[in-house]
């Protein structure tokens, strides 16, 4: 018992100290966020805290970090810059409710239909989307209202900022982990730019944050048909993208601790967390692969580490907004481009060569469609295509072993049958020149569809004119049933029946 207590008390305190890290770290990345969405930094931390909050008491993953995200916020910018942001809080409340259906719907476990080449494709074209939006914080309205390239002595000192920030960022943490790399480096270029009074733009210049409790209100918008016409299409993107996300980062953090998280509580639960964010003026969020290693590394284990990070970062926006604003934008930009060199997948380059070619395709596909759309429609077309794929090559595994037993002949059939493969098992057979008493043994094959069932009727109808008996030995129940209108002459066995079944909704 009191080694127990003892394990509890150790956990309970790496949680803490752990979320504490979290926090200091969520800070720049959640004001950074906030500018790629076009909204004002204070709509990042807010979505920050209370997305962080409520999925880490009551999300489907302990130890996952959550918050306002890079592959949310650039779907949201011309949502924001078409309409204003109180559609998009519209947006996130409709969103966290899509979220939720499709936990109560158990949708969560789908995820595991995304094959590894569409998750790779995934974090590349992430982190290339990420690295785009940054480019517009090297521009600046000119004196007609126009956006203009940085030149010249801005210019050399924005990349100044950008490239120190991303050194201290890279070389800190072979010198100390004890301080959070990114909080380091904006820290120091912060003082850096006060102390020697560099002419160079800071978060207050873009936006002032008033460090005040979210409120709650509702959002601004006309409650008609036009408005949902205007919302819905970014809400299911935007819903898409979080739990596509979120549960990729479930299920890498399953693998990291050997634990097991639960899809679809983590999607009722992403979905409570952006109903309440966009009622109380947020931008609402996902989980934070980043934040989440930065978690599980410190030791994090435990719920209590989110909701030590959530509510340390409100202390931050009650109690540090006047220093947030003399964060120079530059800084945030070099904290950016180092999560686009962590999150972009660089082995992907190396392992090209040594992965089938349709895999390769694959991945470049879905890199390519998320940086054109968007990341739900681009795992979506690489599903649909992995799977086309996989159905082509097996289509080509069907095979049977034939042999004799007196009269009868038997057919061993080897491979599943599904729409891909169904002309080849129909030419497998050879009606006309078999003897009259014809057996297909179904043990080592699976029916795996509807086009399987109808080429076996079709098989059946084809033995039947011909004036012979066909007889399907160890084949699934569903099966039989739906081949009752083949007729009388199908004969069934079903002795030694192995319990396998066609693909069907049915629990086992």
Not at 390 to 417: C, D
Request: proline content about 4%; charged content about 15%.
């Amino acid at each position: 018992m009191f080694e127990l207590a003892v394990r509890r008390s150790q956990n309970l305190k790496n949680d803490i100290l752990s979320g504490l890290t979290v926090a200091l770290a969520l800070v720049p990345e959640a004001v950074a966020f906030a500018f790629v969405a076009g909204v004002e930094p204070l709509v990042g931390l807010y979505a920050a805290f209370m997305v962080g909050l409520i999925t880490a008491i009551a999300g489907g993953r302990p130890g996952m970090i959550s918050g306002a995200t890079g592959a949310l916020a650039v779907v949201m910018v011309t949502l924001v810059a078409e309409h204003g942001v109180q559609y998009l809080f519209a947006t996130v409340v409709l969103m966290g409710f899509l979220q939720i259906l499709a936990g109560v719907l158990r949708l969560g476990k789908f995820i595991r239909m995304v094959p590894h080449p569409v998750m790779l494709g995934f974090v590349n074209g992430l982190a290339i989307v990420i690295f785009l939006a940054q480019l517009s914080q090297f521009k600046f309205l000119d004196s007609n209202g126009e956006l203009q390239w940085m030149q010249g002595s801005q210019l050399y000192l924005m990349l100044g900022l950008v490239a120190l920030t991303m050194a201290v960022i890279f070389f800190l943490p072979r010198l100390t982990k004890a301080v959070p790399a990114s909080l380091a480096a904006i820290l120091g270029v912060s003082l850096l730019a006060a102390g020697l009074s560099l002419d160079t733009r800071t978060v207050g210049d873009v936006a002032s944050i008033a460090g005040g409790l979210p409120t709650f209100a509702i959002p601004a918008v006309p409650f008609n048909l036009e408005t949902l016409i205007i919302i819905l299409p970014y809400a299911v993107i935007l819903a898409a993208i979080g739990l596509i996300e979120s549960l990729l980062t479930l299920t890498l953090i399953d693998e990291i601790t050997e634990t097991r998280g639960r899809g679809n509580r983590e999607c009722i639960g992403q979905g409570t967390a952006n109903v309440v964010t966009g009622f109380f003026g947020g931008m609402g969020g996902c989980a934070m692969i980043g934040q989440s290693m930065i978690n599980i590394n410190s030791g994090g284990r435990g719920r209590a580490s989110g909701i030590t990070a959530a509510l340390a970062l409100l202390a931050f926006i009650l109690f540090a907004s006047p220093l947030i604003e003399q964060i120079p934008v530059a800084a945030l930009v070099g904290v950016m481009f180092m999560v686009v060199l962590g999150t972009f997948e660089w082995s992907s380059f190396r392992i090209m060569r040594k992965i089938p070619r349709a895999d390769a395709f694959v991945l470049i596909l879905v890199s390519g469609v998320t940086v054109a759309t968007d990341l739900a429609i681009a795992v979506v077309v690489g599903v649909i295509v992995s799977a086309l794929v996989f159905a082509w090559q097996h289509a080509k595994y069907i095979r049977v072993v034939t042999s004799m037993e007196g009269e009868t002949k038997i057919y061993r059939l080897h491979g599943p049958i599904f729409f891909g493969s169904v002309n080849n098992f129909l030419g497998l057979f050879d009606p006309a020149n078999d003897p009259d008493d014809v057996v297909i043994e179904f043990q080592y094959s699976r029916v795996a569809d509807h086009s399987g069932l109808e080429a076996i009727d079709t098989l059946a109808e084809r033995y039947i004119s011909a004036g012979k008996q066909l007889h399907l030995r160890h084949l699934s129940p569903e099966c039989r049933k739906l081949l009752r209108k083949a007729g009388d002459l199908v004969e069934v066995n079903v002795i030694e029946d192995p319990k396998y079944h066609v693909a069907t909704d049915q629990l086992a």
